[in-house]
């Protein structure tokens, strides 16, 4: 998913040129919010993310502009389920109020997001179709080690998954919460994809990761494809610690992009 600076249909495509399979708008689409069934129209709501920076203002969640300095004075809720009915194939939801605070996620928020109809996969599971065979994909909040040790990793959700005739993916925040001993002893899941090792691991170029805090020094699971316990299939891009020693410079995006074949 590529995002930032996208103002028009061009800009669209030309990251779409260079390789994304989606495009995220956020300013873009305030402007202009026709750039949404337009963009969907000709590329398919697949390729449409819309991103929204949201704040609340007097009890109401508010939708933000210029990196959440500036209230736009439009109802987040209603810009989300209108984005969506637009074409909109996948929502990215910041919530300022949260963001840095280490205390979890704003579930306020994503419990209103997820009652105008959006699927929120947090400690969850929604079951789909992907190519024609059925799929299970679910969400971990984990994101500290304390909150990964509560039982917000939510039991009910994991067993689900594992107990269930068909695949089971997990969409992880980071490959700690399922590397702590006991986490890993509850997941059953068969293939799990996180963004990065988390906490500003250091990385050399062409080398790899240096350190790691849950993980110490030369962390085994820095980036790439690994296997964990002989079960389950960890996937870990390099995330915000791309080859710099600073965290959040020249860093690649954190993403996973995977062909369920």
């Given at each position: 998913?590529?995002?930032?600076?996208?103002?028009?249909?061009?800009?669209?495509?030309?990251?779409?040129?260079?390789?994304?399979?989606?495009?995220?708008?956020?300013?873009?689409?305030?402007?202009?919010?026709?750039?949404?069934?337009?963009?969907?129209?000709?590329?398919?709501?697949?390729?449409?993310?819309?991103?929204?920076?949201?704040?609340?203002?007097?009890?109401?969640?508010?939708?933000?502009?210029?990196?959440?300095?500036?209230?736009?004075?439009?109802?987040?809720?209603?810009?989300?389920?209108?984005?969506?009915?637009?074409?909109?194939?996948?929502?990215?939801?910041?919530?300022?109020?949260?963001?840095?605070?280490?205390?979890?996620?704003?579930?306020?928020?994503?419990?209103?997001?997820?009652?105008?109809?959006?699927?929120?996969?947090?400690?969850?599971w929604v079951q789909t179709t992907l190519g024609g065979a059925a799929v299970r994909i679910g969400g971990s909040c984990g994101h500290f080690r304390d909150i990964n040790r509560s039982a917000k990793l939510d039991y009910a959700m994991e067993e689900t998954?594992?107990?269930?005739?068909?695949?089971?993916?997990?969409?992880?925040?980071?490959?700690?919460?399922?590397?702590?001993?006991?986490?890993?002893?509850?997941?059953?899941?068969?293939?799990?994809?996180?963004?990065?090792?988390?906490?500003?691991?250091?990385?050399?170029?062409?080398?790899?990761?240096?350190?790691?805090?849950?993980?110490?020094?030369?962390?085994?699971?820095?980036?790439?494809?690994?296997?964990?316990?002989?079960?389950?299939?960890?996937?870990?891009?390099?995330?915000?610690?791309?080859?710099?020693?600073?965290?959040?410079?020249?860093?690649?995006?954190?993403?996973?992009?995977?062909?369920?074949?």
């Amino acid at each position: 998913t590529v995002g930032g600076g996208i103002n028009t249909l061009d800009d669209f495509d030309r990251v779409l040129k260079c390789g994304a399979d989606k495009v995220s708008v956020n300013s873009g689409a305030i402007r202009n919010p026709g750039i949404i069934p337009a963009a969907a129209q000709k590329y398919g709501n697949q390729c449409v993310v819309l991103s929204a920076d949201i704040k609340r203002v007097d009890g109401k969640f508010m939708l933000f502009a210029k990196g959440g300095r500036e209230n736009t004075g439009i109802d987040a809720l209603d810009w989300l389920e209108q984005g969506v009915k637009n074409g909109a194939g996948e929502l990215v939801v910041n919530a300022i109020d949260t963001d840095g605070v280490k205390n979890g996620f704003d579930l306020e928020l994503l419990d209103a997001v997820a009652a105008t109809g959006a699927t929120v996969l947090y400690d969850r599971w929604v079951q789909t179709t992907l190519g024609g065979a059925a799929v299970r994909i679910g969400g971990s909040c984990g994101h500290f080690r304390d909150i990964n040790r509560s039982a917000k990793l939510d039991y009910a959700m994991e067993e689900t998954i594992g107990a269930a005739d068909v695949p089971g993916i997990v969409l992880l925040h980071m490959p700690e919460s399922l590397l702590l001993d006991d986490a890993r002893e509850r997941w059953t899941g068969q293939v799990f994809l996180s963004g990065h090792t988390h906490g500003g691991v250091i990385r050399i170029p062409l080398i790899g990761g240096l350190v790691a805090p849950t993980q110490g020094l030369f962390p085994k699971y820095d980036q790439g494809k690994f296997t964990v316990d002989g079960r389950m299939t960890l996937i870990i891009t390099s995330g915000l610690a791309g080859y710099a020693c600073v965290p959040r410079v020249c860093n690649r995006p954190e993403v996973c992009v995977v062909d369920l074949i």
